[in-house]
């Protein structure tokens, strides 16, 4: 009896070494689903760009209100303006080029942002596209996959992957539009010095490429003017942001200089009335230019939203 009773109160001890395990398995789990969702860039309901450092190198754009896909193809040998001062580097280079510093995904996004004038949010390591051998939409999915299992790089949490892999899943083939670079009007192909041949960009056609496939339709529709002005000496700072603005379907209605020596020149600024400050047009551009809100007048500008940007954004495109 003596017997039963110590097996009765070990089966008893198991068991709550076995709930407590468990118990501490969930909080775990938990623990990590939040901290992946709290790293999110996806907000699970707006258009989402990426780049995908696959060979070749892709720019996708998920437009989750239209429920499909836009895919740029850039092919290997594509010279592209490096930024933080590199210049120009072959597309298929990029991203070791970054390595060097472990800014890999970083360089490689923030160059194609500013070259192609395009807003970019996240990039992952890829495969070898073979359209031969895959369709497109297999393939996107796999590199998803992969990525959630954590093969390559990715600066996407588990939970962003997780719901574009999902909505990926649901699209249809022929809501995938794929445009190869290398068959428009905007790439010619070159013969360098050494002889060997190279992929050279007609900046012009391809904005007209960029503005017809990747154009942000909640910042379209939202339709709000923006303003950007350059509070620096550096020259071409709000050209280079209105680019990006106006490829996304921004309303840019005027670009110049700030010559207010009262204002800081170095971190990008947003102002805006107040009613403004949650809007979709002030949120993107807090997200691509990363700057910070205030309210202000913008009476004295013909536009809604004054963007100004600093010293910040022209140390990330010229300084190592």
């Given at each position: 009896?003596?017997?039963?009773?110590?097996?009765?109160?070990?089966?008893?001890?198991?068991?709550?070494?076995?709930?407590?395990?468990?118990?501490?398995?969930?909080?775990?789990?938990?623990?990590?689903?939040?901290?992946?969702?709290?790293?999110?860039?996806?907000?699970?309901?707006?258009?989402?760009?990426?780049?995908?450092?696959?060979?070749?190198?892709?720019?996708?754009?998920?437009?989750?209100?239209?429920?499909?896909?836009?895919?740029?193809?850039?092919?290997?040998?594509?010279?592209?303006?490096?930024?933080?001062?590199?210049?120009?580097?072959?597309?298929?280079?990029?991203?070791?080029?970054?390595?060097?510093?472990?800014?890999?995904?970083?360089?490689?996004?923030?160059?194609?942002?500013?070259?192609?004038?395009?807003?970019?949010?996240?990039?992952?390591?890829?495969?070898?596209?073979?359209?031969?051998?895959?369709?497109?939409?297999?393939?996107?999915?796999?590199?998803?996959?992969?990525?959630?299992?954590?093969?390559?790089?990715?600066?996407?949490?588990?939970?962003?992957?997780?719901?574009?892999?999902?909505?990926?899943?649901?699209?249809?083939?022929?809501?995938?539009?794929?445009?190869?670079?290398?068959?428009?009007?905007?790439?010619?192909?070159?013969?360098?010095?050494?002889?060997?041949?190279?992929?050279?960009?007609?900046?012009?056609?391809?904005?007209?490429?960029?503005?017809?496939?990747?154009?942000?339709?909640?910042?379209?529709?939202?339709?709000?003017?923006?303003?950007?002005?350059?509070?620096?000496?550096?020259?071409?700072?709000?050209?280079?942001?209105?680019k990006i603005i106006d490829n996304i379907g921004g309303r840019v209605v005027q670009v110049g200089s700030l010559h207010d020596q009262t204002e800081t020149n170095e971190s990008c600024e947003i102002k805006s009335e107040k009613k403004y400050k949650n809007s979709y047009t002030v949120e993107k551009l807090k997200q691509i230019f990363d700057c910070h809100w205030s309210e202000g007048e913008?009476?004295?500008?013909?536009?809604?939203?004054?963007?100004?940007?600093?010293?910040?954004?022209?140390?990330?495109?010229?300084?190592?």
């Amino acid at each position: 009896m003596v017997r039963g009773l110590k097996k009765k109160k070990k089966r008893k001890w198991l068991a709550l070494i076995f709930l407590l395990v468990l118990l501490g398995f969930l909080i775990f789990g938990f623990f990590k689903i939040f901290r992946s969702v709290g790293k999110s860039l996806w907000d699970g309901k707006s258009q989402f760009n990426l780049v995908i450092n696959s060979q070749p190198v892709m720019v996708v754009s998920f437009d989750y209100p239209e429920k499909n896909v836009n895919l740029l193809l850039i092919p290997d040998g594509t010279f592209v303006e490096a930024i933080h001062g590199y210049g120009p580097y072959r597309i298929e280079s990029l991203y070791k080029l970054g390595e060097i510093k472990d800014q890999g995904g970083d360089l490689l996004t923030g160059s194609l942002q500013e070259y192609f004038g395009l807003n970019l949010e996240g990039y992952l390591t890829g495969d070898k596209y073979q359209p031969d051998k895959m369709k497109i939409k297999n393939f996107l999915l796999n590199q998803f996959f992969n990525a959630l299992r954590g093969r390559g790089k990715t600066n996407l949490s588990r939970w962003d992957l997780l719901r574009i892999w999902w909505q990926a899943k649901k699209i249809r083939e022929d809501k995938i539009i794929v445009v190869d670079l290398a068959q428009t009007s905007a790439s010619q192909e070159v013969e360098l010095p050494d002889g060997s041949m190279a992929m050279k960009i007609e900046p012009e056609r391809l904005t007209r490429i960029i503005s017809q496939f990747f154009i942000d339709e909640e910042l379209k529709k939202e339709d709000l003017t923006v303003a950007v002005l350059n509070k620096t000496e550096h020259l071409g700072l709000a050209n280079n942001a209105s680019k990006i603005i106006d490829n996304i379907g921004g309303r840019v209605v005027q670009v110049g200089s700030l010559h207010d020596q009262t204002e800081t020149n170095e971190s990008c600024e947003i102002k805006s009335e107040k009613k403004y400050k949650n809007s979709y047009t002030v949120e993107k551009l807090k997200q691509i230019f990363d700057c910070h809100w205030s309210e202000g007048e913008e009476n004295k500008q013909r536009a809604r939203i004054l963007l100004l940007v600093g010293e910040a954004y022209w140390a990330k495109l010229n300084l190592p």
